[in-house]
């Protein structure tokens, strides 16, 4: 049964940083993609980050580039997102999702591909 749990979210101040966990099992990432994604009140969700588990290759949003970083432990099973230099404008619900790719060595940052999403971690950035 696949499995995505959240974590690391919480109350930080405008310039902060936090490491956001998403703890995985059920699957491999071999054959996946896995993203990070937000959503903050009335707005649609928005890709973040990605990462493709068959080449580590990773993609990042605009607005997060140069600021966040993906990684995975697979011993761990998980996957993390180092938000630094954090802004008002990052606040939302962050969650991780896989989304099935096969060979395919890519990830796509659009909601919609994903398959199974986790409960999410609520990240708030305010002085």
């Known amino acids: 049964q696949v499995q995505l749990v959240e974590s690391g979210g919480g109350l930080v101040q405008p310039g902060g940083s936090l490491r956001l966990s998403c703890a995985t099992s059920g699957f491999t990432l071999n054959g996946y993609a896995i993203g990070w994604f937000r959503q903050a009140p009335g707005k649609e969700r928005e890709g973040v980050s990605c990462?493709?588990?068959?080449?580590?290759?990773?993609y990042y949003a605009d607005s997060v580039r140069g600021r966040f970083t993906i990684s995975r432990d697979d011993a761990k099973s998980t996957v993390y997102l180092q938000m630094n230099s954090l802004n008002p404008e990052d606040t939302a619900i962050y969650y991780c999702?896989?989304?099935?790719?096969?060979?395919?060595?890519?990830?796509?940052?659009?909601?919609?591909?994903?398959?199974?999403w986790g409960q999410g971690t609520q990240v708030t950035v305010s002085s």
């Open positions: 990462l493709s588990g068959n080449d580590d290759s990773t």
């Open positions: 999702g896989i989304d099935y790719v096969g060979s395919d060595d890519y990830c796509p940052l659009a909601h919609w591909w994903y398959d199974y």
